[in-house]
Antibody
């Protein structure tokens, strides 16, 4: 069965960086784009960007350009999201999600989420 | 960027009743690019509807989606206790994705 398993919770100081991993299984890793979505406490969902595991091309939301980097390791079926220059407003649960198809794009499988807390 | 506005912000209903949730876009959205999700506390979102009206795998037929252009609707008929959650619409356009702010469906 399709699974996306994310790395564990992180606590970081303002100005630091965080790197969250998302390991995929149960399907052909290079056939589906992986997206990152975050959710601040008590707030809604915010799209951050995506990576195509087949080739590694990326698209980032304008808000995060310059601070976010998404990479992948095809040998490990894992994608990574690194966010730099962290501030308190980056405290959130970060989800990876698989895009179903490009014809009817929707996020059909999600990771369990990784809580990133930014605090001095 | 396309802004999605969901209404109402919260909806209080009883089991057995029907719920109508609205999602309005700031500009026209291709129907095939509109999806709906359900999220329960402490859980990741779950895909309900894609392509505006197609149910995802395993989603009961009491969930239905409709709409086109800038106005989309999620209807939940015969509410079950497990349906009380937060619902989000989501769209894709111009290489960017966005979500509505959510509608909280509460038990009356």
């Amino acid at each position: 069965q399709v699974q996306l398993v994310q790395s564990g919770a992180e606590v970081k100081k303002p100005g630091a960086s965080v790197k969250v991993s998302c390991k995929a299984s149960g399907y052909m890793f290079t056939s589906y784009y992986i997206h990152w979505v975050r959710q601040a406490p008590g707030q809604g969902l915010e799209w951050m960007g995506m990576i195509n595991p087949n080739g590694g091309s990326t698209i980032y939301a304008q808000k995060f350009q310059g601070r976010v980097t998404m990479t992948r390791d095809t040998s490990a079926s894992t994608v990574y999201m690194e966010l730099t220059s962290l501030r308190s407003e980056d405290t959130a649960v970060y989800y990876c999600a698989r895009l179903s198809t490009v014809v009817t794009p929707a996020f059909d499988y999600w990771g369990q989420g990784t809580l990133v807390t930014v605090s001095s | 960027e396309v802004v999605l506005t969901q209404s109402p912000g919260a909806l209080s209903l009883s089991p057995g009743e029907s719920a109508t949730l609205s999602c309005r876009a700031s500009q026209s959205v291709r129907s095939s690019y509109l999806a709906w999700y359900q999220q329960k506390p402490g859980q990741a979102p779950r895909l309900l509807i894609y392509g505006a009206s197609s149910r995802a795998t395993g989603i009961p037929d009491r969930f239905s989606g409709s709409g086109s252009g800038t106005d989309f609707t999620l209807t939940i008929s015969r509410l079950e206790p497990e349906d009380f959650a937060v619902y989000y619409c989501q769209q894709y356009g111009s290489s960017s994705y966005s979500f509505g702010q959510g509608t909280k469906l509460e038990i009356k």
